[in-house]
Each structure stands twice: as structure tokens, then as C-alpha cells.
Nanobody, 127 residues
Framework: QVRLVESGGGLVQAGDSLRLSCTAS??????????MAWFRQAPGKERVFVAG????????RYADSVKGRFIISRDNAKNTVYLQMSSLKPEDTAMYYC??????????????????WGQGTQVTVSS
């Protein structure tokens, strides 16, 4: 079981950078056994995959819309996953959610595959 808490959202201008953090409180497992991912959901839109990262942090996966702009990373010693966002665009505006999946080989892009979710942190990008 894992509890996730996101932070780092805010209001920024287009072109700015922002780093989101997700800290996990785990029980029964160590953080490194979880595949982690970020999803986002804009008002009136479906929750969609943004970025994911494997156990060791070596394997990463990104949505086409954020490739080259966002970087996901993790620090297993701190039980934390990050999303470094650069060149932010107004269309990046959304509630960003951290998610965890126990075990697995590849990073899933399907929300249903992730069993634990954070409360979300709002990112708003003005033009």
C-alpha cells in the first residue's frame, strides 16, 4: 500500500518552468518496487498519461505532447518522483496527479493500471 502526496503546482507564464514532486508513504514494500507515473486532467477532459518511470529510473516514457519539454525522475532514497516541466504552454494547464503501480515490466499509460493516486496539484499556465 502506498500513499502519494503531490506538490509544486502553481501559476506560471508560458515558457516558464516548474517542478512537481510526489512523495510516497509506503508500507509492506519499498518505493523502488513501484512503477510511477504522472497523469493530468484539464476541466472537461479525460485524465491522460503524461510521463512514467520504471523501478530504477532508467526506463522512462512520455506522452507525445510533452516529449522534449518534461522530464520525469525519481529518487528512491527519498521515496519521491519528480516531473520537471519546461517550456510550459497554456495547454499544459491541468490538475496533475501522481500514480503508482506495484511491479510490472513496462510503464503503463492506462490510468486503470495504477492502484494508488495522489490528490493532485494544479498547474496553470498563462499566455
Amino acid at each position: 500500500q502506498v500513499r502519494l502526496v503531490e506538490s509544486g503546482g502553481g501559476l506560471v507564464q508560458a515558457g516558464d518552468s516548474l517542478r512537481l514532486s510526489c512523495t510516497a508513504s509506503v508500507s509492506g514494500r519499498i518505493f523502488s518496487t513501484y512503477i510511477m507515473a504522472w497523469f493530468r486532467q484539464a476541466p472537461g477532459k479525460e485524465r491522460v498519461f503524461v510521463a512514467g518511470i520504471g523501478w530504477s529510473g532508467a526506463a522512462t516514457r512520455y506522452a507525445d505532447s510533452v516529449k522534449g519539454r518534461f522530464i520525469i525522475s525519481r529518487d528512491n532514497a527519498k521515496n519521491t518522483v519528480y516531473l520537471q516541466m519546461s517550456s510550459l504552454k497554456p495547454e499544459d494547464t491541468a490538475m496533475y496527479y501522481c500514480a503508482a503501480k506495484l511491479f510490472g515490466i513496462e510503464v503503463s499509460t492506462t490510468p486503470r493500471d495504477f492502484g494508488a493516486w495522489g490528490q493532485g496539484t494544479q498547474v496553470t499556465v498563462s499566455s
